[in-house]
């Protein structure tokens, strides 16, 4: 079957740096995305991996590696506005997206 | 960028009336469109994949003669809860996909549905 992990939740400190995992078992792979959601909101796109390395887009970085069916999000300098859950999901070998159940990323001051 | 808009934002009804939630491509034409729903605290479930001028396709345990989707243009998809009970309430996402582009889906808003 196809499955996405990630964890639950995760609490960091306000300007800290959070790494959230995702490991995947997908029927063929297209990519993986992120997306960040807030609570009563769509999802909004954030990154999107298809080769083997890292991706950086300002605070974001975003990490795959594909022999290891692995990824992870980066998020640096945190502000109180990244509380969100963060989405991962894998475009499986018919483009059809695979979610994750998403992680609840908490930020304390 | 490409934009999606849904309709209405949030409803309530009646328990056994049906609901109808329109899904508008804005700049784009799309020649598929997803429907989803999402249950407090839980992630994204498939429901079906709408192509234009076809029937839709729904995921294993949906009923398709429940949630009746209409993709009637390349602008606009439409899903109706038929019959609704409490336990449709849910939130339920469309996203669309830029025809060429296989890769990404742009979301609509959502659409809160709370069936009384």
């Known amino acids: 079957g196809q499955n996405i992990d990630q964890p639950t939740e995760m609490t960091a400190t306000e300007g800290a740096i959070v790494q959230i995992n995702c490991t995947y078992q997908t029927s063929g792979f297209n990519g993986l995305f992120w997306y960040q959601q807030h609570a009563g909101e769509a999802p909004t796109f954030l990154s999107y991996?298809?080769l083997d390395g890292l991706e950086e887009k300002g605070r974001f970085s975003s990490f795959l590696s594909r022999s290891k069916g692995y990824s992870y999000l980066l998020l640096k300098e945190l502000q109180m506005k990244d509380s969100a859950s963060y989405l991962c999901?894998?475009?499986?070998?018919?483009?059809?997206?695979?979610w994750g159940a998403g992680t609840k990323l908490i930020i304390k001051p | 960028g490409a934009v999606v808009s849904q309709h209405p934002s949030w409803v309530i009804c009646k328990s056994g009336t049906s609901v109808k939630i329109e899904c508008r491509s804005l700049d784009f034409q799309a020649t598929t469109m997803f429907w989803y729903r999402q249950f407090p605290k839980q992630s994204l479930m498939l429901m079906a994949t709408?192509?234009?001028?076809?029937?839709?396709?729904?995921e294993q345990g949906v009923e398709k003669d429940k949630f009746l989707i209409n993709h009637a243009s390349l602008t606009l998809s439409t899903l109706t809860v038929t019959s609704a009970h409490p336990e449709d309430s849910s939130f339920y996402i469309c996203s669309a996909r830029v025809p060429g582009e296989f890769y990404e889906q742009y979301f609509g808003p959502g659409t809160r549905l709370t069936v009384t």
């Open positions: 709408s192509n234009e001028g076809s029937k839709a396709t729904y």
């Open positions: 991996n298809v």
């Open positions: 999901a894998v475009l499986d070998s018919n483009y059809q997206l695979i």
